[in-house]
Nanobody, 126 residues
Framework: QVQLVESGGGLVQAGDSLRLSCAVSGRFRSYIMGWFHQAPGKERDFLANIRWSDDTIYYTEAVKGRFTISRDNAKNTVYLQMNSLNSEDTAVYYC????????????????????WGQGTQVTVSS
């Protein structure tokens, strides 16, 4: 069974950068890993995903060029590097996983994932 633990959230200033980590355990080599965020009172929105087996990456248009997803095979960790943060990035950030059966765009909604981490809070002050 795959388990996910996020870390790296915190309070930052507008314009700062932050890197979130998602430690992965279990049998996940055939999985796709995704990052989402959810602001208070809003839906959980997709940010990016990465297929563990071949590093195929898919981003939502809103974060292209500002966020970068990556993975470290030796550390069994997925990262989300976030740059030029603004107040609209304030949210709880979640890591998610699912068996990689379809292309990355299929995994751009929460219902496509079967495993979730507990989330990590990111607060951006202006």
């Amino acid at each position: 069974q795959v388990q996910l633990v996020e870390s790296g959230g915190g309070l930052v200033q507008a314009g700062d950068s932050l890197r979130l980590s998602c430690a992965v355990s279990g049998r996940f080599r055939s999985y796709i890993m995704g990052w989402f965020h959810q602001a208070p009172g809003k839906e959980r929105d997709f940010l990016a995903n990465i297929r563990w087996s071949d590093d195929t990456i898919y981003y939502t248009e809103a974060v292209k060029g500002r966020f970068t997803i990556s993975r470290d095979n030796a550390k069994n960790t997925v990262y989300l590097q976030m740059n030029s943060l603004n107040s609209e990035d304030t949210a709880v950030y979640y890591c998610a996983a699912a068996p990689a059966v379809f292309s990355g765009s299929y995994y751009s909604t929460p219902r496509s994932y079967i495993v979730w981490g507990q989330g990590t809070q990111v607060t951006v002050s202006s």
